[in-house]
């Protein structure tokens, strides 16, 4: 089992300010998840401001996570080949070009190119894990971790709400982009300011090969999850592409077992640790988006119609049902340093599972007031923020310093695809379990949205439980070594 105590090679330079490291990677990966969840509330107005159906604005989602599948792998192993500053500062400036063009078009083609270019920030995150394991000591490092893990799960929240600041009434959604370069560009400035260049410890070609199966593999996978409810489930497409991504994804294996100098070790998420860290990845990754979107189409349902929900607009929506979790997580990631160094990751993890069981448990029996829906969501977003901080703890004790960029890579698009089969499986719901006559959903869709919470998060728990990931002694030897 390796040690997360740092080894640094080589010299940092002198005019990068260390003290604003961490707090400028917090914002930076709170920046990469708000760019995921802020579309998600006004995808209609897009639609309608550009004029576009709603299968060809849902390409503004689709083609975000297909290039974010495709560039993080490769971002991330690039970072501990050539060196973590320059592949981070790289991807911010792309980011604000994304950010640029989505906001100055007008076109739908254009928004999904600017969305294409956001999607290399899904890399910034195990991109700054990699950087704080080389520049911290071993005493600061898991808290470091658990704080910037924690701003992932936060983000998520925070990005609804600031939707609902931006965009209401009749306002435009470019609102939405501009407020994304802005913070961009204030990210770009800071990382150039406070990250330190160092040499990078792997050595070594890209496995360019490996990298184009990989990426055709997770696109397939994910183009049938994101476009399955458009298509049919059962259509040719929808199974040709789910096929084929599975075929590829055992070739890419196959291929990685036998290349010099693999993109991702085979040994590596094989290793138990690793493979229960990247399912529970995948777990914790549907949780998030079952309680962001179940929870927002919940409240802004109408009372009149539907026989439930608060007839919430956006703003409302983020203000009132989510930044009170958004706060709370943000305490929850400030405090995940000190819980981890007490319990372990493990012992963390067990404990954010069953909160996030009790959450979606309550939102399931008692939507009906205000005050339990707040409640439930806000222990969803404690356990998203718990467990995102736990994961990295996981990963990082067990691969090498030369491998932390990939490993967490592989652990992001474990998140990726858990979020893509949740957002698939609300959409789902909604769509067959309508109000009669209508197209207001079901109150019995969000019910059962609420128990799958609850299982995925039980899920986490039993896989947390069971798996072999040592010893609470031998954690605690983990941490202080």
């Not at 990726?416 to 499986?425: E, K, Q």
Request: proline share 5%; net charge neutral.
């Amino acid at each position: 089992m390796t040690a997360v105590a740092p080894a640094r090679t080589g010299t940092s330079n002198s005019t990068a300010a260390p003290w604003l490291m961490l707090p400028v990677l917090s914002l930076t990966v709170m920046t990469v998840a708000m760019m995921q969840t802020m579309v998600v509330p006004v995808i209609g107005r897009i639609g309608d401001q550009l004029d576009v159906g709603t299968t060809a604005v849902g390409w503004v989602l689709t083609a975000n996570l297909l290039a974010a599948a495709v560039s993080t792998p490769i971002l991330g192993r690039l970072a501990d080949l050539r060196g973590k500053r320059p592949v981070l500062i790289g991807i911010l400036v792309v980011v604000l070009c994304g950010s640029l063009l989505a906001a100055l078009t007008h076109a739908l083609p254009l928004l999904i190119l600017g969305r294409v270019l956001q999607g290399a920030s899904f890399a910034l995150f195990p991109i700054g894990i990699a950087i704080l394991r080389d520049e911290l000591p071993a005493e600061r490092l898991v808290g470091a971790m658990g704080l910037l893990s924690g701003m992932l799960g936060v983000g998520g929240g925070v990005g609804m709400v600031v939707t609902g600041l931006l965009v209401h009434d009749d306002t435009d959604y470019r609102r939405v982009f501009w407020f994304t370069a802005v913070v961009g560009l204030v990210v770009l400035v800071a990382a150039m300011a406070s990250i330190p260049v160092r040499p990078s410890v792997a050595s070594g070609p890209l496995d360019w090969i490996g990298a184009a199966l990989l990426a055709l593999g997770l696109v397939l996978v994910l183009l049938a999850l994101s476009e399955g409810a458009h298509w049919g489930w059962g259509s040719p497409g929808t199974i040709g592409c789910a096929a084929g991504g599975v075929v590829v994804l055992a070739g890419w294996f196959a291929f990685e077992r036998r290349t010099a100098h693999p993109l991702v070790p085979p040994q590596m998420p094989t290793r138990r640790p690793v493979l229960v860290a990247n399912l529970t990845a995948l777990l914790v990754g549907a949780a998030l988006f079952v309680g962001f979107l179940a929870c927002a189409y919940l409240v802004q349902a109408p009372r009149a119609v539907a026989g439930y929900g608060f007839d919430a607009t956006v703003l409302e929506t983020g203000a009132v049902y989510l930044l009170p979790g958004a706060v709370v997580g943000v305490v929850a990631s400030v405090c995940s340093g000190r819980l981890l160094n007490r319990f372990g990751p493990r012992g963390v993890l067990i404990g954010a599972c069953l909160l996030g069981i009790a959450g979606f448990v309550l939102a399931a029996l008692s939507h009906d007031a205000v005050a339990p829906v707040i409640v439930a969501m806000t222990a969803v977003q404690v356990f998203i923020s718990l467990a995102y901080a736990a994961l990295p703890a996981m990963i990082v004790a067990e691969v090498d310093q030369a491998e932390t960029g990939i490993a967490n890579s592989v652990n992001s698009i474990a998140r990726t695809i858990g979020s893509s089969l949740s957002s698939a499986l609300i959409s789902t719901l909604l769509t067959i379990l309508t109000v009669s006559g209508t197209a207001v959903p079901r109150e019995t869709a969000f019910v059962i949205a609420f128990a799958v919470g609850a299982g995925v998060a039980g899920l986490a728990l039993v896989l947390t439980v069971i798996a072999s990931t040592g010893t609470r002694a031998q954690e605690a030897d983990i941490l202080v070594s």
